[in-house]
């Protein structure tokens, strides 16, 4: 008796073991369990953030880049908050200095020359007052009548000469004026002033650099943003402006943001087309060149059956039912990059198979896994 327990326990291990190595020794299959949840359809892209306002502020003098300075002392970096008009740098220029120090001083000397008059006019005075003794002779017929009209021809040739002086002096000053007044602008535009209020994004120069006119200097940008995105050339016609969208930052990546699509570029580039996009509530500590993803919702369904996308082998999966692999043919209604409805051919708590679709074949048993997360 005790010969045929031990023959039947014996056999009852050696069946257990058989069946666990045969369980064990199956491939593994990663498996979704269908359920129930919101389809989506969308487009997906990639998005950047951009402010909404940017300006590229150039040196508008020659010279050498002297950095302002904070209230605490130190030099303004990238990063910080400026003003419209704020000075954001000066640019040293001695030769420009040594110019205008000279025309001042010509247009002070040409002021008070053009103060005493042309310098023929005391020779005009006396010319004219000789006229005027000789016409009075000539009236009593004691000076004749030649020395009469030579005074009046010199009077008239002192009056031209006096009134071409006096066109010299004014094109003097009025060019020494012009070249004061350039000089001084140029002087002026030495103050490298912010343009509008802002934040100071980029800092291209260091205190003591030597600049060309027009080289860029800083780079101040809005605080307000927008969503720069691309997405596929066969996608861009299925868009319209102030559809929603779904981001999410990588910078955020625990959180989704919504946002609406404002724009759409019309002209494309390596079959990418840009559109733009607003949120709808930014996140606080949002910075402009933070990138990300986003899906643009084109429809969206409640309490649909859904599976991973990438279950789907075209118009098929496979399915483990009772340990084996088996196809099925569906039919999809809504899709997006990682979920698709199944309008036809599942039903919840089906498994399907979600990755490694060519390691499997029809009839094959498989040890399941469960992702569903």
């Not at 198979?353 to 094959?364: E, L, S, T």
Request: proline share 4%; with cysteine.
């Amino acid at each position: 008796m005790k010969k045929l327990t031990m023959v039947i326990a014996v056999v009852v291990l050696a069946v257990a073991g058989g069946l666990g190595y045969g369980w064990w020794g199956r491939p593994v299959a990663e498996v979704f369990a269908v359920l129930r949840g919101p389809a989506v359809s969308a487009v997906y892209g990639t998005v950047k953030v951009q402010p909404a306002v940017r300006m590229l502020v150039r040196s508008r003098n020659a010279g050498t880049v002297r950095l302002s300075q904070t209230s605490e002392g130190t030099e303004i970096v990238a990063g910080m908050d400026v003003k419209e008009g704020w000075t954001l740098a000066r640019i040293e220029n001695p030769e420009l200095d040594r110019e205008l120090v000279k025309v001042e001083a010509d247009l002070k000397a040409a002021d008070e020359k053009g103060r005493l008059g042309p310098p023929s006019v005391q020779l005009l005075k006396t010319a004219e007052a000789a006229l005027g003794r000789l016409e009075k002779l000539a009236q009593l017929n004691n000076a004749p009548a030649s020395e009469v009209e030579r005074a009046r021809n010199e009077v008239k040739a002192l009056q031209e000469r006096v009134k071409s002086e006096q066109v010299d002096i004014d094109r003097g000053l009025t060019v020494l004026r012009e070249q004061a007044g350039g000089l001084r602008d140029r002087k002026a535009r030495c103050d490298v002033k912010s343009p509008m209020d802002g934040v100071l994004a980029a800092v291209n120069v260091v205190s003591g650099d030597l600049v060309p006119e027009n080289a860029p200097l800083f780079l101040v940008c809005t605080r307000n943003y927008y969503l720069e995105g691309q997405v596929n050339e066969e996608d861009v016609g299925l868009l319209k402006k102030q559809m929603k969208a779904l981001v999410r930052l990588y910078s955020f990546q625990q959180k989704d943001f919504s946002a609406v699509l404002t724009d759409i570029i019309p002209s494309g580039e390596n079959q990418r087309y840009v559109v733009r996009l607003s949120f709808e509530a930014p996140p606080e500590n949002l910075m402009a060149g933070m990138t990300g993803e986003m899906n643009i919702i084109l429809g969206q369904r409640a309490g649909a059956l859904v599976i991973p996308t990438r279950a789907l082998m075209s118009d098929r999966v496979f399915v483990v039912n009772g340990g084996a692999i088996e196809p099925r043919t569906v039919k999809t209604g809504l899709r997006s990059l990682e979920r698709t409805e199944v309008v036809e051919g599942l039903k919840e708590g089906d498994l399907v198979v979600v990755a490694d679709h060519d390691a499997f074949r029809v009839g094959q048993w498989v040890r399941p896994i469960l992702v569903n997360r």
